[in-house]
């Protein structure tokens, strides 16, 4: 579990990149398989017959995407952070309080990222993720479009699809559901 890179104000949650980078390298030299979450919570209790490894990166902190993430975008992975409405009651049902929580979207195998109507100096602006739309193009590669409100698109071009939602801490409640317009 990481939270914080190259942040050596918080000692006690902090990585340096560079050992980050060192400890990602030993795990790719001796071929370790990465855990899926889901399939972690499913099989926490079971005996197992190879090793695995899960990497969560909690809280979202901006050392994250200033120092993490242009390691991890040069090894093909890009990855969404969010705080997604938790619409898993609503569908069963369950009327209670309206609830958001931080989750992480990760796709791994990823050649290209083109933007449309975004504004990448704006850096600090929040995107309101709407819809995920996926398809096989001419070039044997996935277009996978993540479309948000204000006709906001980002297109990953991969290789195949492989891509993972995993919710990093608690919820807390909010007043309202969201309403959104395309």
């Given at each position: 579990m990481y939270h914080r890179f190259n942040e050596k104000k918080y000692?006690?949650?902090?990585?340096?990149?560079?050992?980050?980078?060192?400890?990602?390298e030993i795990?790719?030299?001796n071929n370790f398989e990465f855990n899926n979450p889901v399939e972690f919570d499913l099989k926490f209790f079971s005996p197992?017959?190879?090793?695995?490894i899960l990497i969560t990166i909690d809280d979202a902190f901006s050392s994250f995407y200033q120092n993490a993430w242009p390691y991890l975008?040069?090894?093909k992975i890009f990855i969404?952070?969010?705080?997604?409405f938790m619409w898993e009651d609503l569908e069963k049902g369950v009327?209670?309080?309206y609830k958001r929580i931080k989750s992480v979207l990760k796709f791994n195998f990823i050649e290209r990222?083109?933007?449309?109507?975004?504004?990448?100096q704006q850096k600090n602006r929040n995107l309101e993720l709407l819809a995920i739309k996926s398809n096989y193009n001419q070039n044997n590669l996935y277009d996978t479009s993540l479309i948000f409100s204000g006709n906001n698109i980002i297109l990953l071009k991969s290789e195949e699809i492989d891509v993972m939602l995993d919710d990093q801490?608690?919820?807390?409640e909010v007043k309202h559901s969201p309403k959104h317009r395309i």
């Open positions: 000692p006690s949650t902090n990585i340096q990149i560079e050992i980050f980078k060192k400890q990602i795990i790719k030299k197992k017959s190879e090793k695995k975008k040069e090894n969404v952070m969010l705080s997604r009327f209670r309080n990222v083109l933007a449309k109507n975004i504004d990448q801490e608690y919820f807390w």
